[in-house]
């Protein structure tokens, strides 16, 4: 019980998530006419140096703890210019280098809340190397024990009330054969 | 009956009906956190993911328009013997159209070069990993057909029932006094830990 309602917010956000993904197509309808731009947050000049052979991921990273804007990102190429999503939950970012001229333009990407929960849902943590992620995904694979702790001890739970049993082997069997029949369609 | 029994009947039920599903989303979420590990795993066997089933020639235009594209992508699947699964048609670029359908067991990518004049067939290997996450992202209402669609409606019972999970867990947890500190103490040291999540990530 306490740990279902430690749990309760990523519960909630993970449901809440999942009506907004698998009601996706009426967001996107909405949003189609005319998406957002980008706002134009700063710009400034990059005057660091980087390491001999750094690869993109390893400059991207060293251009976020310049800005102070250190956290999960991705990392692409575009001819010359070296650019960063910078994966904030609240405020994503998206970053551009150009080496040539030294500039690093700062732009904020539009945050709707169905992208908001969407990110939210599919945020993963072991590999982005910072150590709020990590601990994120820790939680997450706490959440992932907890649901099927609930599962197995709501079965056990649900057994040791003869009263219920009946009635509750009828919803089992009912919901066993729903999936099994979506498992062998689909 | 009284609000409390029906409370808990309401959570049991629901919980038991819809079993199946919390367990699956349960199980299918340890690939999705753990990727780089099964994809290591599966890297070790030293096997290809995709193996070609045919290639041959074929020649049709390709139409621009997204909803023609897909009517494309659905006589192109039928032409290689696959109707009724869940698929999409995506355009790579001028001289590639990809068109990729999935079932929960089975999918297969066609490869169409126009240019070429060519269309190639490959089937995906069965991966239990691949199974699971397969099930796990399934959803919405996109597809054509009813099954796709029912799904998608369990997909929303399984998060109405939920949210009547969490309200009827906290009307049960209310319910014993005696666990009212400590219940205090695990919602509110939850909230403020999902709290910072939310301005730190």
């Known amino acids: ?186 | 009956m009284k609000f409390s029994d029906l409370n808990r009947r309401a959570h049991l039920y629901l919980g038991l009906g819809l079993l199946p599903w919390f367990f699956m989303y349960g199980v299918s979420s340890i690939p999705f956190a753990h990727n780089a590990f099964f994809e290591a795993m599966d890297k070790a066997k030293n096997q290809p993911l995709w193996k070609v089933r045919l290639e041959r020639q074929y020649d049709a235009a390709v139409p621009e328009d997204p909803e023609q594209l897909r009517e494309f992508g659905r006589a192109t699947l039928k032409l290689v013997g696959i109707e009724g699964t869940n698929f999409g048609a995506f355009r790579q670029g001028p001289d590639q159209v990809n068109i990729y359908s999935y079932t929960f067991f089975n999918s297969t990518q066609l490869k169409y070069f126009p240019a070429e004049k060519r269309l190639r067939v490959e089937d995906r290997r069965f991966r239990w990993d691949h199974f699971l996450t397969g099930m796990h992202a399934r959803g919405g209402f996109e597809q054509k057909g009813w099954l796709p669609s029912a799904w998608a409606v369990v997909v929303d019972l399984f998060c109405v029932a939920s949210l009547i999970w969490i309200g009827s867990g906290i009307y049960m947890w209310w319910s014993i006094r005696q666990s009212r500190g400590w219940g205090w103490v695990a919602i509110a040291s939850g909230l403020v830990a999902f709290g910072l999540f939310v301005v730190l990530l």
């Open chain 1, 1 to 186: 019980m306490y740990a279902a309602l430690f749990l309760a917010p990523w519960l909630l956000m993970y449901v809440v998530s999942t009506m907004a993904m698998n009601h996706r197509d009426l967001f996107e309808k909405r949003d189609a006419p005319a998406p957002k731009p980008l706002g134009k947050e700063r710009e400034v000049s990059y005057n660091g140096s980087f390491p001999e052979k750094a690869d993109a991921r390893m400059m991207g990273r060293q251009i976020l703890a310049s800005l102070e804007l250190e956290g999960a990102f991705q990392v692409r190429r575009e001819g010359a210019a070296l650019v960063i999503s910078r994966n904030d939950l609240l405020s994503p970012r998206r970053i551009t280098y150009t080496p040539t001229d030294g500039k690093v333009v700062v732009e904020r990407m539009p945050n709707p809340p169905h992208a908001f929960l969407e990110k939210f849902h599919r945020r993963r943590g072991y590999d982005t190397g910072y150590g709020v992620d990590t601990v994120w995904a820790i939680t997450v694979d706490l959440f992932i024990a907890g649901m099927i702790f609930w599962a197995l001890s709501g079965l056990w739970m649900w057994w040791e009330m003869k009263v219920t049993r009946r009635y509750g082997a009828f919803a089992l069997l009912a919901g066993l054969l729903l999936f099994a029949f979506f498992v062998v369609t689909i």
